[in-house]
């Protein structure tokens, strides 16, 4: 009267036996909640043979009302069947995002009572980690060598009460930034402004969106250098040489990456070479005859090497 409990979604086979000779046999089922299949309330003389669908998380039994005659004598039992659900997983199908390199935990969990939870993950492009497996909660650093985000996915089997079912669990991974080569070097003029922005594939692996803090040296010879906690598309700064005027100046930057709101890359140098500004001191007038040679007029100014002068004249027609 209690035959094997099934699993939702098969077929119930059932084959009535009486030790009395010549006994019929009829049977009737009402209509059970949490089974989809409707009631059968015309007896029934052939086994039942039905496909019953759990549509709840918990087992339910269903039950067949057997009328048995024979010699003029009636009796009627119930015949009662455990119909399992297929047990899935309540938790998040689409967890969180991560940061490449950081850790991603998962803990599965189910509305079947007993469910048990076993996880296989195939080898991802893009995705260092070789495949993987497991039982249970899933705790990982999964790391992405591209600039682009890639979504891994784990593929979940839950069992309980002898049925299963299979689910993927799908994770995005974010990217790091890494910025190369390092240092970077930049030259500028003393009151120009540099402006850096890495470029992915030519400075290393810069993801879209990424952003720039930065903390540098301070160079008292230089203006303009500060130390920048607020995330920037790019680093510029405009440097001037208030000291020290004819001596090359250096300001060294140690900049972090950041791609959204985690995902920090390893930091990077940028060092900025200021050139200083060459003068030239006023010179004395002349005045000469048509014909005759201006005396020899040597220019002055800071002593900066390799300092050299063009010049325009303001009457081209006389020559200089």
Known sequence: LTPAAICTGTVFNYAPTTATSGTS??????????????????????????????????????????????????????????????????????????????????????????????????????ISNGAGSGSGNINEVLINSTSNPIDVIYAYTITANGCNSTQNVTVRVNPTPNITPSPIDITICSGKTFNFTPQNGVNGRVPAGTTYTWT???????SGDSNQPTPQSSISQTLTTTSNLTTIHTVNYTVTPRTGTCAVGPSFQVRVTVNPTPTVNAV?????????????????????????????????????
């Open 25 to 126: 046999i009829t049977w009737t089922r009402p209509a059970i909640s949490g089974i989809s299949n409707a009631a059968i309330t015309t007896p029934q003389t052939s086994n039942p043979n039905e496909t019953l669908v759990n549509t709840t998380a918990s087992p339910v039994d269903v039950v067949y009302v057997y009328s048995l005659t024979a010699n003029g004598c009636t009796n009627t039992q119930n015949v009662t069947v455990s119909v399992n659900p297929t047990p899935t997983l309540s938790s998040s199908l689409t967890p969180t995002a991560v940061c490449s390199n950081s850790g991603f935990t998962y803990t599965p969990t189910s509305l079947t009572a007993g469910a048990s939870f076993a996880w296989t993950r195939s080898v991802v492009a893009g």
């Open 216 to 222: 540098r040296v301070d160079n008292t010879n230089i």
């Open 284 to 320: 004395s007038n002349q005045s000469v005859c048509e014909g005759a040679n201006t005396a020899v007029i040597t220019f002055g100014g800071n002593t900066i090497a390799g300092k050299t002068y063009t010049w325009t004249n303001s009457n081209p027609s006389i020559g200089l």
